[in-house]
């Protein structure tokens, strides 16, 4: 679904910011793009050769030149400082506290994303790469005490509505990019980083999950799905889950 704007519906908080943002991006670039094209065509008819038999190297002097420019650097310094700098500090510096989120783990892997759930302990359990196989795809070790609670659901995040979500990110091969394009978030995982990124979903639905780097012949493959519901159904989603585990 698209919005007003022809952009994927608004489907966390920080959406509307980034959208507003991008508007203005291109409200001035379709400035430029009229003003240098009327400027263009000036040229073509004000310096024409029957207007101009001789030919003057010296260049056209007057300030608005230098005006329209100083415009356009103000312009988009007023973009970097006023929009785009703040929205980042917000997304890569107020991280919320992780006992007021969700935390998940998501890794990445040619050609599938794996989520991986602390459980009702809320501890994430040990992972080992020599654990690592077709029905355990991110090494868990459910000796663990930690881990024998912990949900692994392939290409399937579901999350409560209305709660900060904290995703770390790591990738087990090459890398990708975890795009929620309803969610305005996309970032890179890469092998042997961490990387955190948060959002609030703010709209109950079903959402996809994309790659949005190329690695690899299955890349267009690669997706998942993302449904944000309530908090009962997303408690009973847990529940769901932690009994299906204990009854193995």
């Known amino acids: 679904m698209l919005n007003l704007l022809g952009l994927p519906l608004e489907a966390s908080t ?29 040229v073509l008819v004000r310096f024409r050769k029957g207007a101009n038999p001789k030919a003057d190297y010296t260049g056209a002097h007057g300030k608005m030149a230098k005006g329209v420019e100083l415009g356009v650097v103000l312009a988009e310094v007023v973009l970097l400082f006023a929009y785009a ?35 009702p302990d809320g501890r994430f359990g040990r992972t080992e790469i020599t654990r690592v196989a ?3 795809p991110i090494g868990l070790d ?15 995040l579901n999350l409560p509505v209305n709660k900060p979500v904290l995703v770390h990110l790591t990738s087990k091969d090459v890398i990708h990019s975890f795009g929620l394009y309803e969610m305005r978030v996309k970032q890179d995982a890469i092998p042997g980083l961490d990387i955190p990124v948060w959002f609030i979903p703010n709209r109950i639905g079903e959402y996809e999950i994309t790659c949005s780097q190329l690695c690899g012949l299955g890349h267009y493959r690669m997706r998942g799905f993302l449904n944000i519901q309530s908090a009962a159904d997303f408690q009973s989603f847990i529940d769901t889950e932690v009994q299906a585990l204990t009854a193995q």
């Open 14 to 42: 920080h959406a509307g910011e980034l959208d507003h943002m991008l508007v203005l991006v291109h409200w001035l670039m379709l400035v430029l793009f009229v003003g240098w094209g009327a400027f263009f065509l000036f």
């Open 85 to 119: 700098i703040p929205a980042w500090a917000v997304r890569v510096q107020a991280f919320p506290a992780e006992s007021e989120a969700t935390v998940v783990r998501v890794i990445a892997e040619q050609f599938a994303w794996n989520v991986h759930y602390a459980g």
């Open 142 to 156: 459910r000796t663990d005490p930690a881990a024998k609670d912990d949900i692994v659901s392939p290409n399937q």
């Open 134 to 136: 077709a029905d355990n």
